[in-house]
């Protein structure tokens, strides 16, 4: 059964991202107050997502039955991708990009119903994202999570094995030292403890080492974060002031077609004051010529 924690934390990754950051210290400010620290801890630990893992993570929290599908199907096509050629591979292809097709299409439903029908939606990340779900296990187990920060991509339809980073144990340090019983019988007991005598500072300088770089490594991370939160508000304040000029652009694009509309209506009203003037001007002369004929046959 979820807990509160993880029913908030769900909320958290179900909001638009511009309002994840306030919300997110609110939460934590409102753990440490309740002395959970233990969840004010997994809180501050929450990454702020992209808007496209956004778009993700709302279709896998509000239809994880769709993506249930996408990964029963992901299992389906591997299997049946193994051997196939020609005709086959193509009827495989369109069938995924049919269903990934459905799938960002339920997606932008759901972010526009989220965010409002004027959102920009980075609905190309979004599809790379869902494509890659269905052609690697680990990013599909991924996007279930509804937890994603940031969208994925895949270049090909297929299994791809991936390089695998892990921090030696002392159990593994101690069975990289350990020996074979003939080996054991043929070593004699000085060169075996001076052996491991060196292995162990081998092993605690590597430790020391790994730790450091750790510790670099988070540290990194955190200011490659600050600086990515800060790139998405530069990002989001340009995209207001578009909008924004987009906005006075369509205002003076109305302004205009009705200044042309009022300079096409005072051009006629010109048009029928010249016809008035001609007419005017031609019973002027007309009524002049008549009095000059009338003089003209005055008697003396």
Do not use: C
């Amino acid at each position: 059964m979820p807990s509160v924690t993880d029913e908030l934390i769900q909320r958290l990754y179900e909001e638009p991202p511009d309002g994840f950051v306030a919300a997110r210290t609110a939460a934590i400010n409102e753990a440490k107050e309740s002395g959970d620290r233990d969840a004010a801890k997994r809180l501050a630990a929450l990454k702020k997502p992209t808007v496209a893992a956004w778009v993700v993570n709302l279709l896998a929290l509000r239809r994880p039955e769709l993506i249930d599908d996408l990964v029963e199907l992901s299992a389906e096509l591997r299997e049946a991708q193994r051997g196939l050629k020609g005709d086959q591979l193509r009827e495989l292809t369109a069938q995924r990009r049919q269903v990934v097709a459905a799938l960002v299409d339920a997606a932008r439903r759901l972010a526009m119903e989220a965010s409002g029908p004027g959102a920009k939606l980075p609905l190309g990340e979004v599809e790379a994202t869902l494509t890659a779900a269905l052609a690697e296990p680990t990013v599909a187990a991924q996007v279930r999570t509804g937890r994603l920060i940031r969208a994925a991509s895949y270049a090909g339809f297929g299994e791809v094995p991936r390089p695998r980073l892990r921090l030696v144990t002392d159990e593994d340090e101690s069975a990289e030292g350990s020996e074979g019983p003939d080996d054991a019988e043929v070593v004699d007991f000085p060169q075996q403890s001076a052996r491991d005598e060196r292995r162990r500072r081998e092993f605690e300088q590597k430790r020391r080492e790994l730790r450091r770089e750790l510790g670099t490594a988070q540290a990194d991370e955190k200011r490659a974060d600050e600086r990515l939160e800060k790139s998405e508000a530069a990002e989001r304040d340009a995209e207001h002031l578009v909008e924004d000029l987009d906005a006075e652009l369509a205002e003076l694009e109305r302004r205009r077609t009705e200044a042309q509309a009022d300079v096409a209506r005072r051009k006629q009203g010109r048009r029928a004051a010249e016809r008035e003037t001609a007419v005017a001007r031609r019973r002027v002369g007309d009524v002049q010529a008549a009095l000059e004929d009338l003089e003209s046959d005055e008697p003396d």
